[in-house]
């Protein structure tokens, strides 16, 4: 009984050097990028539409074993529009009036599983799923509008200032993503260029609108459905990415 008990502890050892020894063959890698076309593209932005912009990117993948990858990846953007200032002969209700201004502060959080090419390095072809967490605060000083006025202009118009009080928005929303791209590796496999595309769907949303303003939601709506970054648009719409970074 005695030489069972220590047989059957050797082989228990020799099982758990064996497994640790195996986990210790596996290449743990750490990729890190960044979104360089997410800070460029505002200056465009802001020139195409009006909307001053600020946007920041990042993303990390780090491999589980040899068989797929995980990691967060955050997106950060700031838009401000403003009304007309100079003012014009004609105005629009979907265009801000003088002394009007609207600004978003987003955020969307993303959790990535990746299945790659290469699963060990992170490289080569790779579909991607997602879970998507997005945050907009919307925060407006626009006229009020009355539901039987709309696209006219407010009868206390002064084109200096509105003269209501701050609307309030805040918009969170849950979705799933699916992407594919393709990763390449370089500079003896330090550094790293990533390309791919994808598309959002939310399944949960949840809104809480503090205004006195009865469009105050069209509005807002209106805005990030408009907007030249579709990242805050409610519909699904595909999106490119670019990441360049290091691996560690």
């Not at 505002?42 to 068989?67: H, L, R, W």
């Not at 991607?128 to 202009?153: G, H």
């Amino acid at each position: 009984m005695k030489n069972f008990v220590t047989a059957a502890g050797n082989v228990a050892l020799a099982a758990i050097f064996s497994t640790s020894a195996f986990a210790g063959d596996v290449n743990r890698r750490l990729i890190v990028e960044m979104d360089p076309v997410a800070p460029s593209s505002s200056m465009y932005e802001e020139q195409a539409s009006g909307i001053a912009t600020s946007k920041f990117g990042a993303s990390v993948d780090f491999n589980v074993g040899e068989n797929f990858s995980t990691g967060p990846e955050f997106w950060s953007g700031t838009f401000l529009a403003k009304g007309d200032e100079t003012g014009t002969v004609s105005f629009r209700r979907e265009d801000m009036f003088p002394g009007e201004r609207q600004k978003l502060d987003a955020l969307r959080l993303r959790w990535n599983v990746s299945f790659w090419e290469v699963p060990a390095s992170m490289r080569g072809w790779y579909t991607r799923l997602s879970y998507d967490y997005i945050r907009v605060n919307s925060r407006a000083n626009r006229y009020t509008e009355k539901v039987d006025s709309a696209n006219a202009l407010p009868v206390d118009f002064s084109g200096e200032s509105p003269s209501d009080e701050t609307d309030l928005i805040t918009d969170m929303r849950h979705g799933i993503s699916a992407g594919v791209g393709n990763r390449w590796l370089l500079s003896n496999q330090r550094l790293s260029v990533s390309i791919g595309a994808g598309i959002s769907r939310y399944f949960r949303r949840s809104m809480t609108v503090d205004s006195k303003d009865s469009q105050a939601v069209a509005d807002y709506e209106d805005m990030i459905n408009t907007l030249p970054d579709t990242r805050l648009a409610l519909r699904p719409i595909p999106e490119l990415n670019l990441g360049l970074g290091y691996a560690f």
